[in-house]
């Protein structure tokens, strides 16, 4: 069982910055494909980015390409989505999630079996 905890939302205007951040418990971190969602109530939870095993590929919504980068460190099993020029439509609760695979990326939340508690990000206007 693989337990993810995120960090680092907050509440943010217009334009600014926050980093988030997910630390995994499973040892072997690197053979997991790890994404990023989010969701606002009464939606259902949108893929946000995901990264590869080793990090060699990352694949984001059109939404937010060019604004987010997401990262990952194997050797402290923890991955990063860095949120740049926030729009407060990107204001939703934001959950890590992990899958294990050698495979490149997967976007569909039905892929991931593993989730965190998520955490809330607000972008004032």
């Known amino acids: 069982q693989v337990q993810l905890v995120e960090s680092g939302g907050g509440l943010v205007q217009a334009g600014g910055s926050l980093r988030l951040s997910c630390a995994a418990s499973?040892?072997?971190?690197?053979?997991?494909?790890m994404g990023w969602f989010r969701q606002v109530p009464g939606k259902e939870r949108d893929f946000v980015a995901c990264?590869?095993?080793?990090?060699?590929?990352?694949h984001y919504a059109d939404s937010v390409k060019g604004r987010f980068t997401i990262s990952r460190d194997n050797g402290k099993n923890t991955i990063h989505l860095q949120m740049n020029s926030l729009k407060p439509e990107d204001t939703a609760v934001y959950y890590c999630?992990?899958?294990?695979?050698?495979?490149?990326?997967?976007?569909?939340?039905?892929?991931?079996?593993?989730w965190g508690q998520g955490t809330q990000v607000t972008v004032s206007s």
């Open positions: 990264i590869s095993w080793n990090g060699g590929i990352t």
């Open positions: 499973e040892r072997t971190f690197s053979t997991y494909v």
């Open positions: 999630a992990a899958v294990w695979s050698t495979g490149a990326y997967y976007t569909s939340r039905f892929e991931y079996d593993y």
